[in-house]
């Protein structure tokens, strides 16, 4: 008999999803260009799930470059025609365009000498934070610290970057561990 690992309520039966929840949603990231992928995301998702956003997550990093910011602000209208046409992606106008222009604000990040991680680190004093929620329904969406980061990443140009869409990308990269205690996940990300 094989006994099923106990995971967040969150995660469907998919093997993309049980991917996602088993080795990467709440593991700390410091690179730069993943931290980026991954707000950008977080924003496509905006009234949507995760679950779309994931299945959709190959074709955004094609049509997106790979996230890199230097090749994203460099865009011509005719590449964002053919962004907005792609069907692999969420074809959201405003999104896209965000996405486009959260690429210069990240840049401008590291104009000032600092890089994406050691910025986005600072809200949680550079280490991540534990909690200990038994049931997923006690999870926050937004907490003072996710205000504090989309407040701080509007006021430098961000968009799609409210206090619930900051909170989702905290879980997934690590800032806070998230993981339910009854979830096999939560004492391996609890030791990094």
Known sequence: MILEKKRCKWVNDDPLYLEYHDKEWGVPIHDDRLLFEFLILEGMQAGLSWYTVLQKRENFRKAFDNF?????????PVTINKILKDPGIIRNRLKVMSAISNAQAFLEILKEGQSFSDYIWNFVDGKPIQNHWSHFSKVPVTTKISDKMAKDLQMRGFKFVGSTICYAFMQAVGLVNDHT??????KEIHKK
Do not use: G, L, N, Q
């Open 68 to 76: 890199e910011a230097e090749k994203m602000v460099r865009f011509k």
């Open 181 to 186: 205690t009854d979830c096999f996940r939560y």
